[in-house]
């Protein structure tokens, strides 16, 4: 079973960067596929990105598309690192930020599969 520890969440004015953290350790994590929800109170959990095992495929909600980038760096069979980088920031994606991920089955990882979950972090966007 793997273990997803976010991190990197503040506090940044609208129109700037942060880059988030995911630890993915346990579990032979490099053969999972990983993504990225938000979720803001009284609102259903929102995807926002996912990447492959093999880092080949990526997926964007149209909200993020072109803002946001996945990527994951797989140093060990057992600990990887996932980051989101968050470009020219909204006060719309001000949310808790989630990692998530699922035992890989298809090189296209479906949107509703993701089946592990971080603790979260948040990140605020000031206008």
């Known amino acids: 079973q793997v273990q997803l520890v976010e991190s990197g969440g503040g506090l940044v004015q609208a129109g700037g960067s942060l880059r988030l953290s995911c630890v993915v350790s346990g579990g032979h994590s490099v053969w999972y596929d990983i993504a990225w929800f938000r979720q803001i109170p009284v609102k259903e959990r929102e995807f926002v990105a996912a990447?492959?095992?093999?880092?080949?495929?990526?997926?964007?909600?149209d909200s993020v598309k072109g803002r946001f980038t996945i990527s994951r760096d797989d140093g060990t069979v057992m600990k990887n690192m996932v980051w989101l980088q968050m470009n020219s920031l909204k006060s719309e994606d001000t949310a808790v930020y989630y990692c998530a991920a699922v035992h890989s089955t298809s090189a296209y990882p479906s949107r509703t599969s993701f089946n592990l979950w971080g603790q979260g972090t948040q990140v605020t966007v000031s206008s």
């Open positions: 990447i492959n095992w093999k880092g080949s495929y990526s997926d964007y909600s």
